[in-house]
């Protein structure tokens, strides 16, 4: 079959590889039917260091099922499924408390001799944990919405959640990527009062403003803060929702939080230190978030996405074949398009 590998910085490339099979009687086999780019894959393409190897890369996909293990059971050949980015047996502890990301016998696509999530097919462990079937035709066009309970839809409704938005709560939401506009629209979902996106790029503030944003900041930094602030009569928002994961990011975050308020970050880190000392103590701002489960959101979301209540699928601006993938990547990079849906 066809997938994608990274073999270094700016370079991805689309090859042959071996046929995915049921390694586990545990496993499943999935025809992918459409997949995706994700932001948090610009990281590597940015940095990876050349190697003459490349890895697999992709983390979102749905598809059909093709072939289970012996120890499956309700899933057969035909359903069509989606993965969230991270597999689980779901049935552990964790698992049960909603945390499928600390799985201990689960783990993420394309590590550890697993497939990819960019490709033609993929093998999935745990399947029965993991996949979740779906009501819908291969040609219905709910697939983009569909997809993006893989990560992003689940992602930002992660990041609402867990800063605790919900009515008569003040919102703000630092970038204006697939993730934040994802945040925008799960806290609209939850009935967020008023919600503030700082963004700079007017097509993807437009589309915030559609899924619920009621202003717009395109200021950075000190000038940011101090107009999200203007817009609260200098207080600040009950939570910000941090979705990029540049320390400038979470110094806007702070800045921009009430005192006593919640910021909750999901951009997935590039720096190791930040800036929580004395003056966030003394503040009375709790700091939360992580990796999202989105496991645990799947079955949550999946009816406002069924019935048209929501439309997260409006965040894929470019659709590609798998071929494509490499140009896929620099479009994303250069900021040419928001997220890239692919049809292998």
């Known amino acids: 079959m066809r997938a994608t ?9 689309v ?27 610009l990281w590597p393409y940015g ?16 598809g059909v099922v093709e072939d289970v293990g012996a120890d499956v059971t309700g899933l057969k050949a035909g359903d069509i499924t989606v993965a969230p980015f991270a597999y689980a047996d779901n049935t552990c502890r964790f698992c049960a408390e909603g945390l499928q990301t600390s799985c201990p016998r689960g783990g993420y696509w394309a590590n550890n001799g697993v497939d990819g999530g960019q ?57 204006d990527g697939a993730v934040g506009l994802s945040a925008v629209l ?28 009621t202003d717009v900041v395109p200021e950075r930094g000190a000038e940011g803060i101090g107009r999200a602030r203007e817009l609260t009569d200098g207080e600040g928002t009950h939570t910000v929702l941090e979705c990029v994961g540049a320390e400038p990011a979470l110094e806007m975050a702070f800045g921009v939080v009430r005192d006593g308020g919640t910021v909750s970050r999901v951009g997935v880190p590039q720096y190791e230190k930040g800036p929580v000392g004395p003056e966030v103590f003394s503040r009375n701002i709790t ?57 292998p």
């Not at 209540?309 to 798998?322: A, K, M």
């Open 15 to 41: 090859e042959d590889v071996p046929d995915p099979q049921v390694q586990e009687p545990t496993d499943a086999v999935v025809r992918a039917l459409r997949t995706c780019i994700c932001g948090s894959d």
């Open 47 to 62: 940095s990876r260091p050349a190697t003459e190897e490349g890895d697999r890369i992709g983390h979102e996909f749905l």
């Open 287 to 343: 700091l939360t978030g992580g990796v999202a489960p989105a496991r645990a959101y799947i079955e949550e979301l999946l009816p406002d996405v069924l019935d048209g209540t929501v439309e997260p699928g409006r965040v894929f601006d470019r659709t590609i074949g798998l071929d494509a993938v490499p140009d896929g990547y620099r479009a994303m990079a250069d900021r040419e398009a928001l997220k890239v849906f692919i049809q």
């Open 186 to 213: 799960a806290a609209k979902r939850l009935g967020a009062e008023r919600i503030i996106l700082m963004g700079r790029h007017k097509a993807r503030t437009d589309l915030g403003r559609d899924f619920g944003a």
């Open 5 to 13: 590998l990274i073999y270094g910085a700016g370079d991805i490339r």
């Open 119 to 175: 490709g033609e097919a993929v093998r999935v462990p745990w399947a029965q944990g993991t996949l979740v079937k779906l009501p819908v035709s291969e040609d219905t066009p709910l697939l983009p919405s569909l997809l993006t309970l893989s990560d992003v839809f689940c992602t930002g409704h992660h990041c609402a959640v867990t800063a605790g938005v919900g009515p008569r709560t003040t919102v703000t939401v630092v970038g």
